[in-house]
């Protein structure tokens, strides 16, 4: 059993800046891509960052130059690091990672949601 926990959210000024945990635990062999979505309310999921196992990184237009990715593969771990929050940034927050179990099988994980909320 894999299992995802997610740390960090709460609420924030706008300015402020958050960081965001995932840590994955279980029967893992590897870890593929690390990303982090988020939904805000009555709208669809949408990616925010992504990691790949080798360090690369993609970001959606909307917090580039704002939010860094990071994983710590050591740890299972990934992390966002959000800077110079706006209101638009308010949502759920969820981790997603693409595990290689010990069967030599790679599964999609999810985290279990943190909320964000950017508000003065």
């Known amino acids: 059993q894999v299992q995802l926990v997610e740390s960090g959210g709460g609420l924030v000024q706008p300015g402020g800046s958050l960081r965001l945990s995932c840590a994955a635990s279980g029967s893992i062999f590897s870890i593929n891509r690390m990303a982090w979505y988020r939904q805000a309310p009555g709208k669809e999921r949408e990616l925010v960052a992504a990691i790949t196992s080798g360090g690369d990184t993609a970001y959606t237009d909307s917090v580039k130059g704002r939010c860094t990715i990071i994983r710590d593969t050591a740890k299972s771990t990934v992390y966002l690091q959000m800077n110079s929050l706006k209101p638009e940034d308010t949502a759920v927050y969820y981790c997603?990672?693409?595990?290689?179990?010990?069967?030599?099988?790679?599964?999609?994980?999810w985290g279990q949601g943190t909320q964000v909320t950017v508000s003065s």
């Open positions: 997603q990672m693409l595990i290689v179990r010990l069967n030599r099988v790679q599964y999609t994980y």
